[in-house]
């Protein structure tokens, strides 16, 4: 992703230096999910604890990547390729999700707000 965001600063227009700085966080953001999970993370964004809502969270951010350049085709097709798998694997109930997709506190989950 971050690579993808930096790709959308060429040529530099006000509309692409945006997109490409949106992308380069939510990349640097999800990177961070996976080490780290701060507990404001829980409360304000819990669909990026389920597969499904990472999975349109990552289809969102290859929309965003796709334009004419070959480099930001790949990028947001690979990243929109993963966001579908995270999708269909909320389908399959043998998955679990993984240690960093559960809730750090599980008493703010929506219900609770």
Same mark, same amino acid.
């Given at each position: 992703?971050?690579?993808?965001g930096?790709?959308?600063?060429?040529p &530099?227009?006000f509309q692409?230096?945006?997109?490409?700085?949106?992308?380069?966080?939510?990349?640097?953001?999800?990177?961070l999910?996976e080490?780290?999970?701060?507990?404001q993370?829980?409360?304000?964004a819990s669909f990026?604890f389920?597969?499904?809502?990472?999975?349109?969270?990552?289809?969102?951010?290859?929309? &965003?990547?796709?334009?004419?350049?070959?480099?930001?085709?790949i990028?947001?097709?690979?990243v929109g390729?993963?966001g579908?798998?995270?999708?269909?694997? *909320?389908f399959?109930?043998?998955? *679990?999700?993984?240690a960093?997709?559960? *809730?750090?506190?599980?008493?703010?989950g929506? *219900?609770?707000?």
């Open positions: 992703m971050v690579l993808g930096i790709s959308q600063f060429f &530099i227009t692409s230096v945006v997109i490409g700085v949106y992308v380069i966080l939510f990349g640097l953001a999800t990177a999910l080490f780290q999970i701060p507990p993370v829980s409360r304000y990026l389920s597969f499904i809502g990472r999975g349109i969270f990552y289809v969102f951010i290859g929309s &965003i990547l796709l334009h004419d350049h070959t480099l930001r085709i990028a947001g097709s690979i390729i993963i579908l798998v995270y999708c269909v694997l *909320e399959i109930p043998s998955i *679990e999700p993984p960093n997709m559960r *809730e750090a506190d599980a008493g703010w929506a *219900e609770q707000v």
